[in-house]
């Protein structure tokens, strides 16, 4: 069975700190792939980025970065400099590696930045 | 940009009611997702959708609960009978298919009470 573990329940942060969102996942799958959703406060869930098991480069985009470690089993996502903006329920989550697998989520970190 | 819509956004019903949620997918799309999140508590997986047949459907997805796309374009979910412990936000999401799992495009909510 698949499980994502989101360690964190809430962490709240001073604007323009910088801050990692902890991910480990559980999966028995030699292909999966792993996401980062968000949830702002009007509730709409909001991609983030996809990452397969075979890719453990590093990505950035913008002040978003996201760290893959299989070694590990976790998918870090951290946020530079952050902004008021930023405030939200962030999940991660991970499907097997078929076209129209389910996502599995994990409970989700709720960030808060304090301006 | 496409995107994943649903109404109604809020419905109100008694236990015991039935509802019908709708969704209309992206429309290329040709896998169909609903997930619901209890207030405060993680994204769960209910049904998967394709080819007009289910894929795939959870533990929570019972004889009370289906799903139906009657044209080319809505995608509902129906509760035969509803319960207090149906109160959630329910998720349609869309996803474009193929080899992979493409990220899955989630509509709005629609935030259902049971009372």
């Known amino acids: 069975a698949q499980k994502v573990t989101q360690a964190q329940t809430e962490i709240s942060v001073v604007e323009k700190e910088d801050v990692t969102l902890d991910c480990v996942y559980e999966t028995r799958d030699t292909t999966y792939y792993l996401f980062w959703y968000k949830q702002p406060p009007s509730g709409e869930l909001v991609f983030l980025i996809r990452r397969n098991s075979f890719d453990e480069q590093n990505e950035i985009s913008g002040r978003y970065s996201w760290n893959f470690q299989k070694s590990t089993s976790s998918f870090n996502f951290t946020i530079t400099a952050s902004q008021v903006v930023d405030s939200a329920v962030y999940f991660c989550?991970?499907?097997?590696?078929?076209?129209?697998?389910?996502?599995?989520f994990g409970t989700g970190t709720r960030l808060t930045i304090i301006p | 940009e496409p995107e994943v819509t649903q109404t109604p956004s809020h419905q109100v019903t008694q236990m015991g009611q039935e509802v019908i949620l709708r969704c209309v997918p992206i429309s290329n799309h040709l896998y169909f997702y609903w997930y619901r999140q209890i207030l405060g508590q993680k994204v769960e997986f209910l049904v998967s959708f394709y080819n007009n047949e289910i894929s795939e459907k959870s533990e929570i997805f019972d004889d009370q609960f289906s799903v139906e796309r009657p044209d080319g374009s809505n995608f509902t979910l129906k509760i035969r009978s509803t319960k207090l412990e149906d109160s959630a936000m329910y998720f349609c999401?869309?996803?474009?298919?193929?080899?992979?799992?493409?990220?899955?495009?989630f509509g709005p909510g629609t935030r259902l009470t049971v009372t």
């Open positions: 999401a869309s996803q474009i298919g193929g080899q992979v799992p493409y990220e899955q495009y």
């Open positions: 989550a991970l499907s097997s590696n078929f076209g129209n697998e389910k996502l599995t």
